[in-house]
């Protein structure tokens, strides 16, 4: 049961995290689309853990306005 457990606390865990980084993408895209922005550019987005059952998370990029 031991092991089943850490699994399943595992898969929580990188659960927590990727809902995270949509939060983070769409918090980013939608202050993009406010600033007038056509696209995101050289975007990253990282996450560490700060404690048991949290997660720190970052995502940025240069948004951008295309000229024609």
Same mark, same amino acid.
């Given at each position: ?6 699994? %399943? ?5 990188? &659960? ?5 980084? &949509?939060?983070? !993408? ?7 689309? %406010? ?16 404690? %048991?059952?949290?997660?720190? !998370? ?11």
């Amino acid at each position: 049961h031991g092991h089943i457990h850490e699994n %399943q606390k595992a898969v929580a865990n990188r &659960l927590a995290r990727a809902i995270g980084h &949509l939060e983070e !993408v769409k918090r980013m895209v939608e202050e993009a689309e %406010q600033m007038g922005a056509d696209a995101i550019v050289n975007m990253r987005y990282g996450s560490s853990s700060v404690m %048991q059952g949290a997660a720190e !998370v970052i995502a940025y990029g240069t948004a951008v306005k295309i000229i024609k």
